[in-house]
């Protein structure tokens, strides 16, 4: 979607949510949506984070003066389950009435573990009766540092089940841990070494489900030192797609029927937003799936990259088949 047309594609919103983001891209959407077609608007903001992340969030409200600020806490998914399921439920028990609310979510800023809280609270069933629901997504298109000097993330906190996707696991299974690769090693490295998998599955990014020729080749060669690393381990080799998420929610779902009888699995998507949403409706769909999220230490607030000159828009409920 050209940012040009993102506001004849959405029309009106019921209620517009994003979070607020340290990277610049991370305003594209609200600075760019009409104000006139925007009834609602709500930042869940952490309540500990970088101030160039409030200055983006200033940056956004001057287009969109009326958003609620909402403060989560870091590193306490429950809280955070609890306090955005409120937020939520409160917002359609005020305004719906007949006809089905239109609420959009700007993905990019939030973490891994945060988007997939939102999409269980959203396929809950006496939700998505109620709502049309438009997930947008400004991707980066590159990053200028050389790729041996490229970091996102430095540090693990902690290596956790997200909320809403533990999974159904047998203790008479072995376990079997599932990678969609991306550019943080340091991260697939501390999982890998947590869950000391009798199986990993490894996945990256298709040729024709990359984004750029800049971001496949970083993760690539991200890629190659994982595998390099970890080959005893490996059973299989997968592809996934960056931008389509039928493509990778089939991919993963057809991993799990070959492998479910004889494993526990566990799935850590370490690449963009899409593929974890994709992640997501895959484990909502089977739920022996456990999805687990490494928080980071530190991010890499400085890292340059190009935004898109476009969105990646999709309509949630048309890839729910609960």
Not at 166 to 180: T, V
Not at 225 to 251: P, R, W
Request: aromatic share 12%.
């Amino acid at each position: 979607m050209k940012i040009n047309d993102i506001n004849t594609y959405l029309e009106k919103i019921d209620l517009f949510i994003f979070s607020s983001g340290f990277e610049k891209r991370s305003t594209k959407l609200g600075k760019n949506l009409k104000s006139r077609l925007v009834k609602n608007s709500v930042v869940f903001h952490l309540n500990d984070t970088y101030n160039i992340s409030f200055k983006h969030l200033e940056s956004v409200k001057d287009n969109l003066p009326n958003t609620e600020i909402v403060k989560y806490p870091k590193n306490e998914p429950l809280e955070t389950f609890d306090i955005f399921l409120n937020e939520i439920y409160t917002f359609i028990k005020d305004k719906y009435r007949t006809k089905k609310l239109k609420i959009v979510i700007d993905v990019t800023a939030f973490t891994r573990e945060v988007l997939l809280i939102l999409i269980k609270i959203f396929s809950l069933r006496e939700l998505n009766k109620r709502i049309d629901l438009v997930l947008v997504h400004t991707p980066a298109i590159s990053y200028s540092e050389p790729n041996e000097n490229l970091w996102l993330t430095k540090g693990i906190r902690e290596i956790r089940s997200i909320i809403g996707y533990s999974g159904l696991h047998s203790p008479a299974k072995k376990l079997m841990l599932i990678i969609l690769n991306g550019f943080e090693e340091e991260r697939a490295e501390r999982i890998i070494e947590a869950f000391e998998p009798f199986k990993l599955i490894l996945g990256k990014p298709s040729q024709t489900g990359s984004l750029s020729s800049n971001l496949e080749k970083i993760a690539v060669e991200k890629y190659e030192q994982i595998k390099c690393n970890y080959q005893t381990l490996i059973e299989k080799e997968f592809e996934f797609s960056c931008h389509d998420i039928n493509i990778t929610k089939e991919e993963i779902i057809k991993i799990y029927n070959k492998y479910h009888d004889e494993y526990n699995i566990v799935i850590s998507p370490l690449n963009n937003k899409v593929s974890t949403i994709a992640v997501a409706i895959a484990a909502l769909e089977c739920d022996e799936i456990q999805v687990c999220y490494a928080s980071a230490n530190q991010y890499n607030i400085d890292a340059p990259h190009e935004a898109c000159d476009y969105y990646l828009c999709y309509n949630f409920y048309e890839f729910l088949s609960m």
